[in-house]
C-alpha cells in the first residue's frame, strides 16, 4: 500500500491536515491507534482568539464570559463582553473533525498502531489481531501527541513537559475557575472548568528539567486543593498525561512534526487544541505547496517562544512566580492585559 502523505494520530492536529490535504485532492491515510477517536485526557477548554468561533455551535458544552482567578492574595472576576473560553467533549469534537476529514476523501485507519518507522515506508499493528501492514508514504506527519514514536525517531530530546492530571467528576458547575498557588501547583496552575453535566477538575505544571516539582507531588497537592473547594477526589479516576512544550522545529525534510509531537502546545498554560489544529493545517498548506508562505506558522512558534520563556521564568525561582501571579491578575483586573494575550492565538 502506498500513500502520498500519512499522519501518524488522529487528535486535532492530525486530522485538521487531513482535512486540508484532502480538500486540495490529496488522499492522505490517517493511522490512529485507539479504535474510538478523540479519547485523550483534557480538560476540553477552547478560547475564544482560537477556536470558539471555528467549532459548530452544538459542540460547545458551556461558555464563559466570566473567569474567577484566585491567587495568594487576590480573587479576581475578569469579565468580557464576549465568552473568553468555553469547553468541549474531547470525544465529539474527535468525531466532528474525523467526519470533515472523511467527507473531504480522508480515509482514517482506526484500531491500528505505528510499531516502526524505517526509510519512506510504516509498519502498523491491528491491535486486536496483531496483523501487520507495510505501507510506504511520500510524506509522513507526526501527529502522535507528545510521546510522539516520529519524534523519538527524528532523535529529539524533550527536556520540557508539561504534565496535567484531570478528574472528570459528575455536577452542574457555572463558574469557570483558575487557581495560582505555588504550595500545591509550584508555577502551574489548578482548574476547574464546567462540561454539559460533568467538571474538569484538574491542575498543569509546566516541568522543565530542573523543576522540582514531581507528578506524585502535584497529584497530592491536587487533591488538597480540590478538598478545600469542597470536591472530594479520593475516590474518582485521575487521568494525567505530558503536555509537550520542547519545540525544536516542524520540518525534517520528507517528515513533518505538528501539535504536541513537534512541542507546540503552551508552556504556561498546557494549551495544546489550537497550537495542533493550526499546525496541522499550515503543514498541509506546505506540503500541497512548498512555496506556501509559512506566516502563520512563524506567528505561533514566536508566541510559543514567548509563552516558553514564561514558563522558565517562573519555574526558575518560588519568588519570581509569586510574583508574575499576583502581577498578571493585577494586569487582568485593571484591563492593561487582556486574556487573550494569555492564549496561544495569534
Ligand atoms: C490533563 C490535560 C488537560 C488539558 N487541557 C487542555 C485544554 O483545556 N485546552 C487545550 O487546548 N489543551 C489542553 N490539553 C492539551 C491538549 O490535550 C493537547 O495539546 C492536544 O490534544 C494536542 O493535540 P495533538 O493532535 O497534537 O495530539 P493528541 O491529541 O495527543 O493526539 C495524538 C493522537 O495520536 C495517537 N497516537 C499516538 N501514537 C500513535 C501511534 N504510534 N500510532 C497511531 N496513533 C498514535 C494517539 O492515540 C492520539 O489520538 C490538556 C492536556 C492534558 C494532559
Given at each position: 500500500m502506498h500513500f502520498h502523505t500519512i499522519?501518524?494520530?488522529?487528535?486535532?492536529?492530525?486530522?485538521?491536515c487531513a482535512r486540508i490535504l484532502a480538500e486540495q485532492g490529496i488522499q492522505p491515510l490517517v493511522i490512529e491507534r485507539h479504535e474510538t477517536i478523540g479519547t485523550k485526557v483534557c480538560a476540553g477548554g477552547i478560547t475564544l482568539g482560537g477556536l470558539i468561533?471555528?467549532?459548530?455551535?452544538?459542540?460547545?458544552?458551556?461558555?464563559?464570559?466570566?473567569q474567577h482567578i484566585t491567587t495568594h492574595l487576590q480573587r479576581a472576576c475578569i469579565e468580557e463582553p464576549v465568552p473568553i473560553i468555553a469547553t468541549v467533549n474531547r470525544v465529539k469534537l474527535g468525531a466532528h473533525m474525523a467526519h470533515q476529514a472523511l467527507a473531504a476523501g480522508a480515509r482514517i485507519m482506526s484500531g491500528w498502531q505505528v510499531k516502526a518507522i524505517g526509510g519512506q515506508r510504516v509498519i502498523v499493528e491491528q491491535k486486536e489481531s496483531r496483523k501487520q501492514v507495510e505501507i510506504t508514504f511520500d510524506w509522513l506527519v507526526g501527529a502522535d501527541g507528545?510521546?510522539?514514536?516520529?519524534?523519538?525517531?527524528?532523535?529529539?530530546?524533550?527536556n520540557r513537559m508539561g504534565i496535567g492530571i484531570n478528574y472528570q467528576i459528575n455536577g452542574d458547575l457555572n463558574k469557570m475557575e483558575w487557581h495560582l498557588n505555588n504550595q500545591f501547583f509550584s508555577n502551574g496552575y489548578g482548574w476547574i472548568f464546567p462540561h454539559g453535566e460533568t467538571v474538569s477538575i484538574g491542575a498543569y505544571l509546566p516541568k522543565a528539567t530542573k523543576t522540582v516539582m514531581s507528578a506524585q507531588a502535584l497529584k497530592k497537592g491536587l487533591v488538597s486543593w480540590a478538598r478545600i473547594q469542597g470536591f472530594s477526589l479520593e475516590r474518582e479516576q485521575a487521568r494525567a498525561e505530558y503536555i509537550n512544550y520542547d519545540y525544536q522545529?516542524?520540518?525534517?525534510?520528507?517528515?513533518?512534526?505538528?501539535?504536541?509531537?513537534?512541542?507546540?502546545?503552551s508552556g504556561l498554560t498546557g494549551e495544546g487544541i489550537y497550537p495542533a489544529i493550526i499546525s496541522g493545517e499550515e503543514t498541509a498548506r506546505v506540503i500541497i505547496d512548498p512555496d506556501h508562505s509559512p506566516a502563520i506558522m512563524e506567528g505561533l512558534?514566536?508566541?510559543?517562544?514567548?509563552?516558553?520563556?514564561?514558563?522558565?521564568?517562573?519555574?526558575?525561582?518560588?519568588?519570581?512566580?509569586?510574583?508574575?501571579?499576583e502581577l498578571v491578575t493585577?494586569?487582568?483586573?485593571?484591563?492593561?492585559?487582556?486574556?487573550?494575550?494569555?492564549?496561544?492565538?495569534?
Open positions: 499522519i501518524v494520530g488522529a487528535g486535532p492536529g492530525g486530522l485538521a468561533d471555528r467549532v459548530p455551535r452544538d459542540l460547545v458544552e458551556k461558555s464563559f464570559p466570566v507528545s510521546s510522539s514514536l516520529v519524534r523519538r525517531k527524528l532523535g529529539l530530546a524533550n522545529g516542524w520540518k525534517f525534510g520528507r517528515i513533518f512534526l505538528i501539535g504536541d509531537a513537534a512541542g507546540l502546545a512558534i514566536r508566541k510559543h517562544g514567548l509563552h516558553r520563556r514564561m514558563a522558565d521564568w517562573t519555574g526558575s525561582s518560588p519568588a519570581f512566580n509569586f510574583l508574575a501571579g493585577i494586569g487582568l483586573r485593571c484591563g492593561i492585559l487582556k486574556f487573550s494575550k494569555l492564549e496561544m492565538a495569534i
